[in-house]
């Protein structure tokens, strides 16, 4: 028995809509144990796929991801019928993205992105914290991770400054 068939709220998904899809990041969002880290675990071939292209491509994908995962993640949440359920996982998707903005090649540097994002959308420091908590729909839902993307975004450009 599938976790689409066992919780209510995603029993109104599909993973054959593409909307639903991405929302549950490929379909690492039914994890049943910390589907926010295999969601961003899911965006790793994408940021590997990604990484060889330019900047100016890398950024104008990033950029779409996140808005449209704006929508996305609204469309899933009012589909389920609750806010930000945890299989919702695109917005770790993006996330890790923006972490790994002008990141150098190599799985140190992807490692220690992933580890930076995951330690601030979990641990949720202020002001993601309070947006986490008081902004609604899709907005609300992509804010607190694009914010975690951007505090391990300077983090990581701090060690690649000091140690790359």
Same mark, same amino acid.
């Given at each position: 028995?599938?976790?689409?068939?066992?919780?209510?709220?995603?029993?109104?998904?599909?993973?054959?809509?593409?909307?639903?899809?991405?929302?549950?990041?490929?379909?690492?969002?039914?994890?049943?144990?910390?589907?926010?880290?295999?969601?961003?675990?899911?965006?790793?071939?994408?940021?590997?796929?990604?990484?060889?292209?330019?900047?100016? #491509?890398?950024?104008?994908?990033?950029? =779409?991801?996140?808005?449209? @995962? &704006?929508? %996305?993640? /609204?469309?899933? *949440?009012?589909?389920?019928?609750?806010?930000?359920?945890?299989?919702?996982?695109?917005?770790?998707?993006?996330?890790?993205?923006?972490?790994?903005?002008?990141?150098?090649?190599?799985?140190?540097?992807?490692?220690?992105?992933?580890?930076?994002?995951?330690?601030?959308?979990?641990?949720?420091?202020?002001? #993601?914290?309070?947006?986490?908590?008081? =902004?609604?729909?899709?907005? @609300? &839902?992509? %804010?607190? /991770?694009?914010? *975690?993307?951007?505090?391990?975004?300077?983090?990581?450009?701090?060690?690649?400054?000091?140690?790359?």
């Amino acid at each position: 028995m599938s976790l689409l068939s066992q919780d209510p709220a995603l029993k109104k998904l599909s993973l054959s809509n593409p909307v639903h899809f991405l929302a549950l990041g490929f379909g690492s969002g039914l994890a049943a144990k910390a589907p926010g880290t295999f969601g961003t675990l899911a965006a790793i071939p994408l940021y590997l796929l990604l990484s060889q292209f330019s900047l100016s #491509i890398y950024l104008a994908v990033t950029l =779409v991801a996140t808005i449209v @995962g &704006i929508y %996305i993640c /609204d469309k899933a *949440a009012k589909d389920m019928g609750m806010h930000d359920h945890g299989a919702i996982v695109w917005d770790e998707v993006a996330g890790l993205l923006i972490t790994l903005i002008a990141a150098p090649a190599g799985w140190v540097w992807l490692a220690l992105g992933f580890g930076f994002f995951r330690f601030f959308d979990i641990i949720k420091p202020w002001p #993601i914290k309070w947006l986490d908590a008081k =902004v609604e729909g899709g907005f @609300g &839902i992509m %804010i607190d /991770d694009v914010l *975690a993307g951007i505090f391990a975004f300077v983090c990581l450009q701090v060690c690649v400054y000091f140690w790359g």
